[in-house]
Structures are given as structure tokens and as C-alpha cells.
């Protein structure tokens, strides 16, 4: 982790990246905070609204982790459901996701 935090990206539907820097917390809680679009976040993390769904590319896998049977469980109906598919507020950040590009898919 560089001195100042952990860089993530977040690609958006329309194609506009949104980049934001984070120490603590969850990958939801840095889109909300600098406004990414299509990353709400309702629940505040409760895996229970699927409102900050992503898809973490497959050479992130390993370091993000899988989905867990409980994300699954709700974010199979979502539209964009791809097996890569996460939800960002289960994926905390760490040093290991500096430079992470997630994909916001549409809403």
C-alpha cells in the first residue's frame, strides 16, 4: 500500500472511470464517497439490496476472493450477474488491490 492508500478504479456504464484513494473500509464505501454512479450501496453493507454490485476482472480473483454462497444467493438476479460478479461492500480494501479496476455494470 502506497503512503497515501489503496488506488481503485471503478469503470462505470457509460465508460468513465472514477478513481479513488482508501485506507480503511470497504470498496462500496470508497464508491460512495466519491460518487460513483451506479453504486448505491442502500443496505450499508448488509448483503442485502445487491446495490453495489461489480464484476472484478479474473486476474483480480485471487486477491479479491470469489463471491461466497450468501452473495450469490443475491446477486444471481441481478440483470448483469457474470460469475465474476461482486458485491463491493464484501470486498475490504488492502494493499493487495492497489491499481484494482472494478466494472460498475448498468442499472
Known amino acids: 500500500m502506497k503512503k497515501d492508500g489503496v488506488t481503485i478504479h471503478f ?9 479513488g484513494i482508501g485506507s480503511t473500509g470497504s470498496v462500496m464505501e470508497l464508491a460512495v464517497s466519491i460518487g ?4 448505491e450501496g442502500q443496505c450499508g453493507g448488509c448483503v442485502s439490496c445487491g446495490t453495489c454490485h461489480v464484476h472484478v476482472p479474473d ?9 461466497e454462497v450468501f ?3 443475491l446477486l444471481e438476479f441481478e440483470p448483469e450477474f457474470q460469475p465474476n460478479s461482486r ?5 475490504m480494501i488492502e494493499g493487495a488491490l492497489d491499481g484494482l479496476t472494478v ?3 448498468r442499472r
Open 11 to 19: 469503470r462505470q456504464a457509460d465508460g468513465t472511470v472514477r478513481t
Open 36 to 39: 460513483v454512479a451506479g453504486i
Open 59 to 67: 486476474d483480480w480473483l485471487t486477491r479479491t476472493g470469489k463471491a
Open 71 to 73: 452473495e450469490i444467493d
Open 87 to 91: 458485491l463491493s461492500c464484501q470486498i
Open 103 to 105: 466494472d460498475v455494470p
